[in-house]
């Protein structure tokens, strides 16, 4: 059992940051990779970025070089988001899983937290 709670969505206006926070608890020792996913209305859900255990990340090509995925330990990871544009608006939603052969599967959802990108 892993629960996973994420936070820090908001208003921003176009060109802003943001940084959300998670957090995962319980029975984590499985656990070797963290990831985003977001979900806007009228597209599907879009995997953001991942980071694993060994320190590796992947970016979505829609956010390199605008979002950085960073973990300091196996329960808390951070999506800092730079340069925010209005397509990024969606609901976030942070996932504790795993990584296999490039692959990343989630096994456990936060909530979301909704970031709206406006002027």
């Known amino acids: 059992q892993v629960q996973v709670v994420e936070s820090g969505g908001g208003l921003v206006q176009p060109g802003g940051s943001l940084r959300l926070s998670c957090v995962a608890s319980?029975?984590?020792?499985?656990?070797?990779?963290m990831g985003w996913y977001r979900q806007a209305p009228g597209k599907q859900r879009e995997l953001v970025a991942v980071?694993?255990?060994?320190?590796?990340t992947n970016y979505a090509d829609s956010v390199k070089g605008r979002f950085t995925i960073s973990r300091d330990n196996a329960k808390n990871v951070y999506l800092q988001m730079n340069s925010l544009k209005p397509e990024d608006t969606a609901v976030y939603y942070c996932?504790?899983?795993?990584?296999?052969?490039?692959?990343?599967?989630?096994?456990?959802w936060g909530q979301g937290t909704r970031v709206t990108v406006s002027s």
């Open positions: 996932t504790a899983g795993r990584k296999y052969r490039g692959t990343y599967y989630p096994d456990d």
């Open positions: 319980g029975s984590i020792t499985s656990i070797n990779a």
């Open positions: 980071a694993t255990s060994a320190g590796s």
